[in-house]
Every structure is written in structure tokens, then in C-alpha cells.
């Protein structure tokens, strides 16, 4: 019997330590387990801005169902001044159009956008196609297969948006994530994958084309899908801020002003650098003007690749 | 040569070394304690390594893994609860050992093994990483299909005893796999409507309930004290002579494991099943394993350490992680302006050189810190038996739910444990359970991305390539053996039935 009441006195003493909780204490949840690319980001940027608004922060890293599990715990805190969330494009502009979900892009405060890479559209530099042409009529005689971090992904998302609007004849193929697709296409599984530059270098990959509406830096000779007389397709990969409805305006401001002060320090400059991510700051009504455009174009491409009802 | 020693250089500096020991020791300690293990251990050290340099914090990272996936043998020994899922398959003839009496010879094989296998993939890392990391990439979908139908047919032999039981635990793992995001259309499964289900259900919470929580139960259920007593920890190592005797073994394991490392997406779990799988089919002494023999000890920690290695080989190759812990030591390389990618080995030779040195450092390091861990741990066991229990509750809640913060995995594991306590009073064994859910979402999602590859058409598969093709035909050898040798045995049962029986076997 005593062995049964020191079980349940532990068990009361993991509840204990829950709910201590201090109000100068800062929440930052990152949808993704701890070490991935966003979390990463987010390590760096805790420390900095935990310092301008003057409070201790702890970053929790809430995963799971493609980092909506973490998300909603934000917009599940409504009113809760210590807590914000370090999200990721998917998560905010993708997910709440493909299931139902705690929370839709109205469910949040937003603060700013951190950082944005565009997309581009590329092949491994084994094979031997050079241009978007000459890879729309290879595809022609038999479909190519495109990879993704899986399914509901902005890598899906663009390439579903591109094989929509040109003439490309592509068929998708989700994997867990971008480690195991670039295997893939290493092994010719599949031959095509929408991804940023970080992905581009690394596996040294050959770019044709870029999802955005200008040619990108250090890449003159990618041309932008309108250069190839396709619609305009506008696809990154951002990152952003976001609190819970409900905080006061003086807060929100305060949450902004620490925002735009890290990711304009040397020291999250130089670590972006290091990590090829172009920072990218929006102020709090452009940010959530950009949420909800992009939300509204996702849902429009689901719905044109046959992807929602 | 000279990039040889200047990456020794690296290596050897006090703070390299001292960041080996605490991260090996702390590992070892992480990853014995149940609900504990690699993921949460390398959370735990990550923010502190971002002020160091590049070679001291791998080398922390490094140690906090190889240790953690040593640690999980030795609570698997001493009290049938693996520290981590890793070492799920060394409770199988560890467990048995302890009730022996041989906890020493048991956590001896452990450690010897797990260093073996540790040093082992660091060689083969070492000399054979670009060649290594060029055949993973040719195991495609369809090819990890044969490959995990292969492993799961080898496994269902594990389960001793009744084999539909096994089926039976086997199939609810697969289920359990299955809840959440499916992983080709995104769309929930077996969710029933509830939101917090749509993340699907952990491998830890579900193994921290399955082993830890349903050993307490069955502890605090006991009524005999003998049974509840847990042995004293010691370590003895195996003299050379033994070694010799079942080098075979060590040697089998540890390729296994090297093996399945490289290949993504498998991990140190998977690989421990499959060699134990291949012991029970290929060791001379085959007959005793399950009852307490080092060979299972060894098939299991040999090959789990050896994936420890060999899970660098894609990921320094490649710049493809091999599972979660190699994802997260390439977020840490890239904090320190690393990036890893196919270029790493030229662009970054002394780094990459360092990181080898590293590894066996922490190999070593393991196999000295051994003795004073196995301490500790004796230390902690001679503890009231109520607060030893007490505190395998408490970690086992903890280790499960900051594996993703997710509270719902709390509740996860207090029910698996619960259902592991009815099924062990029914006689059903819990490996399967766990090896389902292993193996299962990798069979699922490679089947189904093998027929959107091969466009709807299995018969391609058996001809899609000549590693598929190789799998396969060890498929049909492997049924065929197995159906005859059931025949057999068959046979020889009902020829033994018609001998007139003797009083003495008719008692036993």
C-alpha cells in the first residue's frame, strides 16, 4: 500500500509543477519538434526579443499534425498576454482551408513576419533537362512525379498551383518531410520538387524557374513563371509572430516594436545569414493583411487542384 | 594526413572532452531512466550548446545520444522496462537473465555490445560513407517495402508463445500507427471528430505505458515480495574468450544495425527488432534466446548502437537526416553555420574528420563511464521499492509528454499503460505491440507511395528493381522454409503421439 501512495504523490507533484506559472514569463510556442528548421529560427530570435521586451521567455515546442497542435494552443489562449507563437506559412495559411480545425486565420493577434524565401521549381542536376519548356514536353509522353514534405505543404501546394495553371503533366508524391524527398530524387523516384534555396544549395540542385513575381538575387538567370507566360504564382516560405485574440493594443505594440528591433539586430542578421533566410519584417496590419491574401490564394489553388470540395 | 591531425586537434581540446563526458554520462543517465530517451535528452542540451564552437557542442550532442541509446539496456535489464524504445528488444533475454541471477553477466554483454557496435559504424562511417550513402539512396519506396515486409515476417516469430497472440498485439500496434494524419492525403483517421487526436499517437507514451506503467502495475499487484525485489546492479564484462565465442554475433548486429541506419527514415528501434529477428534465425544457440542468452542481449544493443554511426553516414553524405536525433544534430550544425548538404565532406573535411574522432571518443567514454552509471543506478534501485516505482511513474509522465508537449499524450500513456497491464495478465506479449507501431506507418506509407510511383500497378514491384527484386525472392525462400519447417514439426508430433507415451513424460 505505501508503495500505491508514493506513486500517487508523485503523480500529484508533476501536476503541482504545472501550474506555477509567473506573469513576467513568456510562452513562445514552436509547432515543431525541437532542432527543425523553424525551430532553429526561432531559438535565435527567442533570446533577442525576450531581451527588448524585457521578460524571461521559454520556447515549448508543441508538434504534431503538421504544426496545427501548436498553433491552436496559441489561439486557444485567447486574451493571454504571455503567450505568442512562432509559426510557420503552412500552419496559418494552408491547414485551417484543408480540415476543420480550432482556429481559423481571424483567431489570432498578429504581430509581424520574420523571415521569407521564395520557392523555386527544380530538378536534380543529373538529369538532363535545362529549361521549363523542354520539361513540359518531356512530361507530355509520361508524367513526372513531384515530391513534397507532405501533403497539404506549400512544396505541394506550388507545384499543384503549377500543374494547374501550365501545362505540365506532374503527379504528386508526399514524403515525411524534405530529408526524405530530396532521397528521392536523389535515387530518381521522383524528378521534380518545389523548394527554397536553402534546399536548392544544399542538395545542388538545378533551378528553372522561380514562384515569385521578380527574378531572385544571386539567381539572374532563373526566369519568374510570368517570364514563361504562366499566371502569376506567388509562392515563399515565411515565418511570423502571432499572439492569441484578446491581448490589449498597448501589448500588441510592445510585441511589435520587439519584433521589428531583432530582426533588425546584427545578431539575428548574422545568424539569418548563416541559416539562408532572408529576413523579411511586416508591421502587424501588413502582416495580417498578408496572412489573409495568402489564405485566400491557397484555398483558391486547393480548390482549383481538386484538393478540397 | 595532416587534416587527420588537425581534426584530432579539434577533438582533443579540454572543452571537446569535457563536453564528451557530461553529454555521455548524462545520456547514459537519460536514457536509462523510462519515458526518457534520445529525443528529450538532446532538447534538454540543445540551447546550452549555442554558445559553444561546432566540435564542443556535437560532441555533447553526440555523447547525450550514444549514451542515451546505451542507457535505455540497463533499466530494460534490471527491471524488464526499457529506457527507451531502442532497447524494447533487449528486455526479451535481459529480463530473463536478471530473474537468473546474471544481471552482471547481462549489463556486461549490454555495454561490451553497444560499444562494439558504436565503434564498428564509426569505422564503417569512416572508410565507406560516400559508397554507403550512394546505395541507400537507391532504397526507394518500393525497396523499403520488400525490406519491411521481409523484417516483419522475420519478427513474427518473436512473439513466444501463442503466435495469434502475437498477431493479435502486433495488428494493434499497426492500428495504433494508423490514428492521425494519414500520410499521403493529410486527411484525419480514427480521430472521431476529436481535434487533439489528429496528431496521432507517439511512439514514446505508447512504449512508456506498454513497459514502464504496466511493470509497475504488475509490481504493485504482485503479492510475493520475491518477485518485486529488484537485484543489484553489477557490472561484469566478458572476458576475451567469450568474446571470441560469439564474435559472430557482434559482428552480425552490428552490420544490421550500420545497415539500417543509413537508410532514412528506419531508425535505431526498427533496426533492433530486425537483428533480433535475424539472431533468433541465424544464432547457434538460437534455441535458448528468449530465455535468458547473451545473444539476444547482443543482437538487440550491438545493432542499436551501431545505428548511432551509421545514421551520419546519409546525413554527412547526403545532408539527408536518417531519423529525428540526426535532424536535430543538423540543426545544430546549421545554428553554427554548417550547412550539411552534399558539399559538407569537401567544403568541411576537418570538421567532418573531428566529428569521427568525436564519436569514438564517446564510445569510449561510454564503455569507461558504464561502471560508475551502473552505480548510480544500483544506488537508486536500493531505494524503498515505493519510491523507485514512484519515480518510474513520474519520469515515465514527464519523458511522454515533452516529447511533443502535447497533453494528450499523458493520457496516452496512462491508458496503454492499463491495457498493457490486462493484456500481460492475458499472456500476451507487448513487443509486437510495439513493433507494430515501428514498423507499421514505414510499411504503410512505402507501399502507398510505392503505387502512386509505380502508378497503381503491384506486379511492378517485383521487377521495379534488382534490390526489390532480391527482397522479394528472400520473401517467398523465407514462407517456403517456414511452411516446411512447420510440417515438420507437424509430422513429428503426430509420429510422437502414436510412440506408446512413458509414465515419466506423461507427468510433464
Known sequence: MTTLRYSLAALALIGATHSAMAADHLDIIVPFSAGGATDIVARSFEPIFSQRLGVTSVVRNVAGASATVGTAEVANSEGNPNIIGYEPAGALSIQPSLKKLPYGPDSFTYICRTVSNPMFLMVSKSSDIESFKQLVEESQEYPFLYGSSGPGTLP?????????????????????????????????????????????????????????????????????????????????????????????????????????????SDKFKSFADKAKADIAYLGPDDFKAFVQKRFAANKQVLKDAGLTP | MDMIL?????????????????GTWAGIIIGGLPGLGSVVGLTIFLPFTFGMDVITSMALLIGVYCGSVYGGSITAILINTPGTPQSAATTFDGYPMTQQGRVDEALGWATFASFFGGVLSCVLLIFCAPQLAKFAVNFGSIEVFALVCLAMLCIVGISRGSLLKGLVCGMMGFFFSTVGSDPITGADRFTFGTYALSSGLDLIPVVVGAFALSEVFVRFSARDEEATTIPEARLRFPNLREIGRRLIELVRGSFIGSFVGALPGTGAAAAAFISYAAAQKLSPRRANLGKGEPDGIIASESSNNAVTGS??????????????????????????????????????AQTVYALFVVLIIVNVAMLVLSKPSIGLFRYLF?????????????????????????????????????????????????????????????????????????????????????????????????????????????????????????????RA
Not at chain 2, 318 to 328: E, N, Q
Not at chain 2, 331 to 348: C, E, F, K, N, Y
Open chain 1, 156 to 264: 505541394h501546394l506550388a507545384m499543384a498551383a503549377l500543374t494547374v495553371n501550365s501545362d505540365l503533366k506532374a503527379e504528386h508524391v508526399p514524403y515525411s518531410g524534405s530529408g526524405p524527398a530530396m532521397n528521392a530524387l536523389a535515387g530518381n523516384e521522383i524528378q521534380i520538387m518545389a523548394d527554397t534555396e536553402t534546399i536548392l544549395e544544399n542538395y545542388d540542385l538545378r533551378p528553372l524557374a522561380v514562384f515569385a513575381e521578380n527574378r531572385v538575387e544571386g539567381y539572374p538567370d532563373v526566369p519568374t513563371m510570368q517570364e514563361l507566360g504562366l499566371a502569376e504564382m506567388d509562392f515563399a516560405v515565411w515565418q511570423g509572430v502571432v499572439a492569441p485574440k484578446g491581448i490589449s493594443e498597448e501589448r500588441t505594440q510592445q510585441y511589435a516594436e520587439a519584433c521589428k528591433a531583432t530582426v533588425e
Open chain 2, 6 to 22: 588537425a581534426a584530432m586537434g579539434d577533438a582533443f581540446t579540454w572543452q571537446a572532452l569535457l563536453a564528451i563526458v557530461i
Open chain 2, 311 to 348: 545514421a551520419f553516414i546519409p546525413t554527412l553524405a547526403l545532408g539527408i537526416p536518417g531519423d529525428v536525433v540526426t535532424a536535430m544534430m543538423m540543426g545544430a550544425m546549421v545554428i553554427h553555420g554548417i550547412t550539411p548538404g552534399v558539399r559538407l565532406m569537401v567544403d568541411q
Open chain 2, 382 to 506: 536500493k531505494l524503498p521499492l515505493g519510491f523507485v516505482m514512484g519515480g518510474i511513474v513520474m519520469f515515465s509522465f514527464i519523458g511522454a509528454v515533452s516529447v511533443r508537449g502535447n497533453p494528450l499524450d499523458l493520457v496516452v500513456a496512462a491508458l496503454t499503460g492499463i491495457l498493457a497491464y490486462v493484456l500481460r495478465r492475458g499472456g500476451y506479449p507487448l513487443a509486437p505491440l510495439v513493433i507494430g507501431m515501428v514498423l507499421g506507418p514505414a510499411l504503410e506509407s512505402s507501399l502507398r507511395r510505392g503505387l502512386l510511383i509505380s502508378r497503381g500497378d503491384f506486379l511492378s514491384f517485383f521487377t521495379h528493381s534488382g534490390i526489390a527484386a532480391t527482397l522479394f525472392v528472400l520473401i517467398g525462400l523465407f514462407l517456403v522454409w517456414t511452411t516446411m519447417a512447420g510440417v515438420l514439426d507437424w509430422r513429428a508430433k503426430i509420429a510422437a503421439r502414436r510412440e506408446p507415451v512413458s509414465p515419466s513424460s506423461s
